[in-house]
């Protein structure tokens, strides 16, 4: 077994053709971002309730890396040379199940059994029931020692495969990430991304009434990565942050992590302004005014 | 006042010996082993969170440094990497004291380990009562933290004999484990017994007519050595050691619980959650009405000090065995 194998620094247009245009990629990704929050608000319209809020902030980041980043095989879910992407924030299964319908990974069809009894799709994600689910999360603070030990494992097998852990700001209060966030740097896990949705929202309140965590950017700094902070609901943004991820990814090198400011509800007007809520409350009237608003805000951009 | 006083007793190092003075031992026989299976199974990793040398896990960094990952003073992250080791194909080693293990990454080991049923190996240094440091080294309730979590085997060897046979068989075993280390130069006790470990299995080490021993751990040892000694009185004592405390060899231990002996489980580990309660579980749910005696440790939080007095103190020595068995037949 070797180390010294290099990780794929390259984005190849995964999804797209090997001629898309930079503005044909935006346009691809950012229609996978749309189709991503319609499956959310659908799946929340199924339970009446639920983490909606948080699929809709995080659906871009999502869409980057499903649409575009990701190296998968949606129909062999343990291709052993995939990358490896790590739900921690089990609460984000809604997110992570409509990008995963997105993937092709599961049916579109199969969405609106969310949450419910024999449902393969849980309301907090869990490796034991759904396919392209790496690990059970929901215990926040989980993901990234895990993805530590993935991007360990992997480079000791000399695999090229980069791992991606998905976090929030709220799990910035956990201990373990920090442990790991050491760990990540001592280690030189050039093959490991952190993206961080940083809402600014967790289950008390405002982050900064919970549990300051700013400065964030400078203590990610300060432990060794390789950081960036960007608007986490601007596909352009996004799309040139992960280029630059890859881009200096290697077997041994800094671990990258992209700091992504997001709205929760974003893309449903309805919702943004809709006071701020962990778990947020929709009546059942409002559904359709959802996928109205955000329909109608992707068309208007799309024609812009 | 008495003439003169005997001098206190030191608590020398962390890791205090119960090796007896002249008794054969084995040094370091956990990274032995481990360097052996790794040998073979190109799979197995270690990892220690800053306790290689006393884990006896540095013997495997020197064999094997680009398996060996030291991820420091951090148990959250040594037993999620763990875990994400496991996930990769790999079949982790993760060294680190028993309290620690299993009182500050418990959620770690439970969700990310146990959970998905990974091949993850906790090998867990000071079980029980083998250190003098007090509560914040003595893992007396390791045992019964460990019991709740599913898919997860628990092993507590008695010797070197136990430990260099259980490592390749917890790297072969599916799913989760947690070993009870012992380290340093640890006593070879059951060679002389024509015993066998066996992942699972309960064995009977020698027959007795009067009074049935139900142990693990280094309490066979004592159990051994106990039944030895009151054969002087004419007492004639059954071993049955139960490395496996989890899953349980149920019908090897209550085919010798069920009889007219007196019977008597011996664990270093609290009276609460461990051994004892394992029996008791498993002669209540087969309905058979035997009485059964605990030789362990109070539930209390253990005094600091020389290994010797505490073990005296809190009934693990041969002497207060023997004593304890005795009042029992009266």
């Known amino acids: 077994m070797t180390t010294t194998h290099e990780v794929h620094t390259a984005t190849p247009l995964r999804k797209g053709s090997t001629t898309e245009t930079p503005a044909e990629r935006l346009e691809r990704v950012s229609a996978a971002a749309y189709r991503i929050r319609h499956h959310a608000l659908n799946m929340g319209e199924v339970q009446g309730q639920g983490y909606v809020g948080q699929a809709l902030g995080a659906a871009d980041m999502m869409a980057v890396v499903y649409a575009d980043q990701l190296r998968f095989r949606p129909e062999d879910p343990h291709w052993e040379a995939r990358d490896r992407f790590l739900l921690s924030t089990g609460h984000y299964a809604i997110g992570h199940y409509a990008a995963l319908a997105e993937a092709g990974t599961i049916p579109v069809s199969e969405l609106e059994t969310y949450g419910s009894d024999d449902s393969r799709l849980p309301m907090s994600g869990m490796s034991t029931y759904t396919p392209g689910m790496e690990i059970s999360g929901g215990s926040l603070g989980h993901g990234l020692p895990i993805a530590i030990g993935m991007a360990l494992g992997l480079r000791y097998q000399g695999s090229g495969a980069r791992v991606y852990n998905f976090l929030s700001d709220g799990e910035l209060d956990e201990g373990s990430t920090w442990e790991a966030a050491m760990g990540g740097h001592h280690h030189q896990l050039g093959n490991l991304t952190a993206m961080v949705d940083i809402n600014a929202l967790q289950a008390d309140g405002k982050t900064d009434t919970v549990l300051r965590t700013e400065p964030v950017t400078e203590k990610w700094e300060a432990f060794g990565w390789y950081t960036q902070r960007v608007n986490g609901n601007d596909v352009g943004a996004l799309l040139a942050a992960f280029d630059n991820a890859a881009a200096q990814a290697a077997a041994v090198g800094a671990p990258s992590v992209i700091l992504c400011d997001t709205k929760v509800g974003r893309g449903v007007p309805l919702l943004e302004e809709r006071e701020k809520a962990h778990f947020m409350r929709i009546e059942e009237h409002e559904w359709q005014t959802c996928r109205e608003q955000l329909t109608a805000g992707f068309e208007r951009k799309a024609v812009r | ?312 103190r809190y009934g693990l020595t041969v002497q207060k065995i023997v004593a304890k068995v005795l009042s029992e037949l009266k």
């Open chain 2, 1 to 312: 006042m008495s003439a003169v006083a005997a001098p206190k007793l030191k608590t020398s190092a962390m890791i205090a010996s119960f090796a007896d003075p002249g008794q054969k031992t084995a040094p370091a026989p956990f990274g032995h082993a481990l360097v052996k299976a790794a040998q073979e199974n190109d799979k197995i990793v270690g990892l220690t969170a800053d306790l290689g040398k006393y884990t006896d896990m540095h013997i495997f960094a020197q064999a094997f440094p680009e398996r060996f990952f030291q991820m420091g003073m951090a148990e959250q992250l040594l037993f999620g990497a763990a875990a994400g080791l496991a996930e990769t194909g790999l079949v982790p080693f993760a060294s680190t004291y028993s309290v620690f293990a299993a009182r500050r990454a418990y959620d770690f080991l439970c969700l990310d380990a146990a959970e998905p049923n990974l091949n993850v190996n906790i090998v867990g240094g000071l079980p029980g009562l083998t250190t003098g440091y007090g509560p914040s080294h003595q893992a007396t309730e390791d045992m019964a933290i460990f019991r709740g979590m599913p898919n997860l085997t628990i092993v507590d060897p008695c010797d070197s004999t136990d430990i260099e046979q259980a490592v390749p068989q917890l790297a072969a075993s599916e799913g989760p484990t947690y070993l009870r280390l012992l380290r340093g130069n640890v006593p070879t006790v059951l060679d002389e017994y024509g015993y066998t470990f066996e992942l699972g299995k309960a064995k009977v080490l020698r027959g007795g007519n009067d009074v049935v021993f139900v142990s693990s751990g280094l309490m066979t040892m004592r159990a051994l050595q106990a039944a030895k000694a009151l054969a002087e009185h004419n007492v004639d004592v059954a071993v049955v050691h139960t490395p496996t405390i989890k899953p349980f060899d149920a019908a090897t231990v209550l085919a010798e619980i069920n009889t007219d002996r007196l019977a008597v489980t011996l664990e270093n580990h609290s009276v609460t959650g461990g051994l004892f309660e394992t029996v008791a579980s498993a002669v209540v749910t087969a309905g058979i009405g035997r009485r059964v005696v605990p030789v362990a440790l109070p539930d209390a939080f253990l005094d600091a000090g020389a290994l010797p007095t505490l073990h005296d």
